[in-house]
């Protein structure tokens, strides 16, 4: 069992990919904003995340480079509508 954060902004998404990898066995916390997922990031990091690229405020790139400048190491799978 994985814990994994999906940081997805639109619900239906978020949503279906919760449910898939809770099916799978998996524990998932879901984010709608860059700003609400590095919080916890920082406190209890992840074993994967999966990132929307365009959020609401700060986007994905922002969250990825805030994980680098926080040092942290986590396997993000980035995800786009475009």
């Known amino acids: 069992m ?11 998404l978020a949503d279906m990919y919760k449910i898939k990898l809770e099916l799978a066995g998996h524990v998932v916390d879901v ?5 609400a997922a590095i919080g916890e990031l920082s406190n209890d990091a992840p ?6 690229v365009l959020l609401p405020g700060k986007n994905g790139l922002w969250l990825l480079k805030e994980m680098h400048a926080q040092k942290i190491r986590v396997p993000v799978i980035m995800l786009t509508n475009l």
């Not at 994985?2 to 239906?12: A, M, T, W, Y």
């Not at 984010?31 to 700003?35: R, V």
């Not at 074993?47 to 929307?52: G, H, M, S, W």
Request: proline share 0%.
């Open 2 to 12: 994985k814990r994994i954060v999906i940081v997805e902004d639109d619900q239906l």
């Open 31 to 35: 984010h709608h904003t860059a700003e």
């Open 47 to 52: 074993d994967l995340v999966l990132l929307d």
